[in-house]
């Protein structure tokens, strides 16, 4: 049971360039979300998904588009990379709306030239 | 969500018992406290949650005052592997939105 699984776990991107950080949760939870975190601060929220076929902007969607592919899938995609993206970008899911206890992956690590 | 005050940072000795304190005087009825810890360079993971009654699992127990206005954790036998920032997570159940982590509370459990 790998919980909730990102690729690639390291990138060097130059500005301008355009890719796509995948997440996987094999715990068949019905909500994700996509957050970044900068040096020395929280967490801040991109994106998220309530339920499959519904997605919602967070705090900071600028620069950012994502897909919910099925169930198990939430994919944050970078049209034209800035520096201003470089980050750690983390992904989770949760069960349910009700609690909401989120579950995290162990990130990706982004670096944009 | 209401809003948590936590110490910057905290030390313990390993074996030791760690109680990581939270404020959140304005916290509502319907408002759960939640515990998430983050170790460095890795996501953060879910700790614990309670709402009036404490509350225990296989990694900590969470102490929650009467009033409602304060709550803390407590790793009952600290290991060197509990070093991390502990972030208390006070919001309304019913959504699927952000967590807001704070800046938390640095533990280092030291030999």
């Known amino acids: 049971n790998a919980g909730v699984t990102q690729t690639p776990k390291f990138q060097v991107l130059k500005t301008g360039q355009s890719m796509t950080l995948q997440c996987a949760q094999d715990m068949n939870h019905n909500s994700m979300y996509w957050y970044r975190q900068d040096p020395g601060m929280g967490l801040r929220l991109i994106y998220y998904?309530?339920?499959?076929?519904?997605?919602d902007k967070g705090e900071v969607p600028n620069g950012y588009n994502v897909s919910r592919l099925n169930k198990r899938e939430f994919s944050l995609r970078l049209e034209s990379a800035a520096p201003s993206q470089t980050s750690v970008y983390f992904c989770?899911?949760?069960?349910?709306?009700?609690?909401?206890?989120?579950?995290f992956g162990a990130g990706t690590r982004l670096s944009v030239l | 969500d209401a809003k948590t005050t936590q110490p910057p940072s905290m030390d313990c000795a390993e074996g030791r018992a760690a109680n990581l304190p939270c404020n959140h005087s304005?916290?509502?009825?319907?408002?759960?406290v939640y515990w998430y810890r983050q170790i460095h360079s890795q996501g953060p993971q879910y700790i614990i949650h309670?709402?009036?009654n404490n509350e225990t699992n296989e990694m900590a127990s969470l102490i929650i005052t009467e009033d409602r206005k304060s709550s803390t954790l407590i790793l009952p036998h600290a290991t060197l592997r509990d070093t991390a920032v502990y972030y208390c997570i006070v919001r309304v159940t019913g959504t699927a939105s952000k967590l807001t982590f704070g800046t938390g509370t640095r533990l280092q459990v030291t030999l």
């Open positions: 309670g709402l009036k």
């Open positions: 989770a899911s949760s069960e349910d709306v009700f609690l909401n206890i989120q579950y």
């Open positions: 304005t916290i509502s009825g319907n408002e759960y």
């Open positions: 998904s309530a339920s499959e076929g519904t997605t």
